[in-house]
């Protein structure tokens, strides 16, 4: 990227500028959207007449012949019709986890808080390949060795945010994160 001029750094600083903006809008936008989408699935009914294995398996059961033989024992003992036990089955439209209130609310949570954590990893995403697109159209004016040796020094995410060892995980070194945190807070 060298022999740039000044005005194309300019232009290609603020076309990346404007790139990252539209960017970030765009994973809202998707976020919208699998959120929506999450719903539509959580919110689907299926009869059993949508799918010809459903229907056959439906038609299959012998719930009439089960409760024949019941009506049969329970006369026999002299249970009252009125009083009898029934065996009935049904097609439910939905499953457990789209039927119960509770478990639907847990799942909304569960689910805005995995697109949540996609949406901030594509931004932060987005931030980094516009810095290093600016990074690239900056260089590309710099000549002196001075400020390449800069650019050079600072530091990377890595070496400010090392991997945790299996030791600070376990708790042999520091106590815990959460701990820490607990701690700072309760002072």
Same mark, same amino acid.
């Given at each position: 990227?060298?022999?740039?001029?000044?005005?194309?750094?300019?232009?290609?600083?603020?076309?990346?500028?404007?790139?990252?903006?539209?960017?970030?809008?765009?994973?809202?936008?998707?976020?919208?959207?699998?959120?929506?989408?999450?719903?539509?699935?959580?919110?689907?009914?299926?009869?059993?007449?949508?799918?010809?294995?459903?229907?056959?398996?439906?038609? &299959?059961?012998?719930?009439? *012949? =089960?409760? /024949?033989? +019941?009506?049969?024992? !329970?006369?026999?003992?002299?249970?009252?019709?009125?009083?009898?036990?029934?065996?009935?089955?049904?097609?439910?439209?939905?499953?457990?986890?789209?039927?119960?209130?509770?478990?639907?609310?847990?799942?909304?949570?569960?689910?805005?808080?995995?697109? &949540?954590?996609?949406?901030? *990893? =594509?931004? /932060?995403? +987005?931030?980094?390949? !516009?810095?290093?697109?600016?990074?690239?159209?900056?260089?590309?004016?710099?000549?002196?060795?001075?400020?390449?040796?800069?650019?050079?020094?600072?530091?990377?995410?890595?070496?400010?945010?090392?991997?945790?060892?299996?030791?600070?995980?376990?708790?042999?070194?520091?106590?815990?994160?959460?701990?820490?945190?607990?701690?700072?807070?309760?002072?």
């Amino acid at each position: 990227m060298t022999g740039m001029t000044k005005g194309e750094r300019e232009d290609l600083l603020r076309l990346v500028r404007q790139r990252e903006k539209v960017l970030k809008s765009a994973a809202k936008q998707r976020s919208a959207e699998l959120l929506a989408d999450f719903e539509n699935q959580m919110g689907s009914e299926f009869s059993f007449t949508d799918d010809a294995t459903w229907e056959q398996a439906f038609r &299959q059961l012998e719930i009439k *012949k =089960a409760q /024949t033989t +019941i009506t049969k024992r !329970c006369r026999e003992l002299g249970i009252p019709d009125r009083f009898a036990p029934n065996v009935d089955f049904f097609w439910s439209r939905r499953g457990y986890d789209n039927q119960v209130n509770a478990r639907k609310a847990e799942l909304r949570r569960m689910a805005a808080t995995r697109i &949540q954590a996609i949406e901030q *990893k =594509a931004v /932060t995403d +987005i931030e980094m390949n !516009c810095l290093k697109a600016q990074e690239q159209i900056a260089l590309s004016g710099l000549t002196s060795e001075v400020a390449h040796s800069f650019i050079a020094a600072l530091p990377s995410i890595e070496s400010l945010m090392p991997a945790l060892s299996y030791s600070e995980i376990a708790g042999e070194a520091d106590p815990p994160v959460v701990e820490q945190l607990v701690s700072k807070r309760s002072m």
